[in-house]
């Protein structure tokens, strides 16, 4: 009779290696669902609240480079679709040191991440923050984000999520630092000053992204 060798993994030990990894996938799988549900919901609210389902031009670009433009926000990507890379990065830092103690599946904190950015969303287009936009910040062009773009956005920060999860924290960073930069060269604006104008409006920056 051959002796399997003492390195070679048992059938017993493979079959509970699967068995733990079932429940996993399933509830990944359930996450995930629950995931899209929450962003056709988001979907289905903006349109209750006005918002179009693409750009009233009535054509849908890959990318929209203008940003002083009434198309802006309105197709697929713009250059405010970067940031919300960031907001992706920045929820899976925050999530991540949060679930220090109560140990949620990656799954979880994905969902977690998804109704903080589709909750976002939706408050991004109310009438109270359109108006804030227009008075308080450049975006005098801005009547809120079509339906394609709001969605495009929650799979932009998708994708800095997952990039924070599989990626090591300098390279997350470097990511992240890059992305500022570029729309500070680029457009004279970015996360950090976006936030800023919205809460606290400074004229002399106001000033500087207008270009004068």
């Not at 919901?41 to 389902?53: K, S, T």
């Not at 890379?85 to 998804?114: P, Q």
């Not at 939706?122 to 308080?136: F, V």
């Amino acid at each position: 009779m051959k002796k399997i060798p003492a390195s070679a993994p048992s059938t017993r030990t493979t079959l509970s290696d699967t068995a733990r990894r079932a429940p996993r996938a399933l509830l990944l799988r359930a996450d995930l669902q629950l995931c899209v549900l929450v962003v056709a919901l988001m979907a289905a609210a903006e349109w209750a609240m006005g918002r179009v389902p693409y750009c009233s031009c009535g054509y849908v670009k890959l990318w929209h480079g203008v940003v002083m433009s009434s198309e802006n926000s309105q197709h697929f990507t713009d250059w405010f679709t970067l940031t919300h890379i960031m907001h992706g990065v920045g929820f899976y830092f925050l999530l991540w040191l949060l679930n220090k103690k109560t140990r949620l599946s990656f799954g979880t904190l994905l969902l977690l991440a998804v109704l903080l950015e589709c909750g976002w969303e939706a408050l991004e287009n109310t009438p109270w923050i359109i108006d804030r936009y227009r008075t308080a910040t450049v975006s005098l062009d801005y009547y809120g984000d079509s339906v394609l773009n709001s969605v495009s956005d929650v799979l932009a920060m998708v994708t800095g999520f997952v990039l924070a999860k599989k990626a090591p924290v300098w390279v997350s960073i470097a990511v992240t630092a890059t992305l500022e930069l570029l729309l500070m060269y680029f457009i004279r604006d970015g996360l950090i000053l976006n936030v800023l104008m919205l809460i606290h409006p400074v004229e002399s920056i106001r000033i500087w992204q207008s270009g004068a």
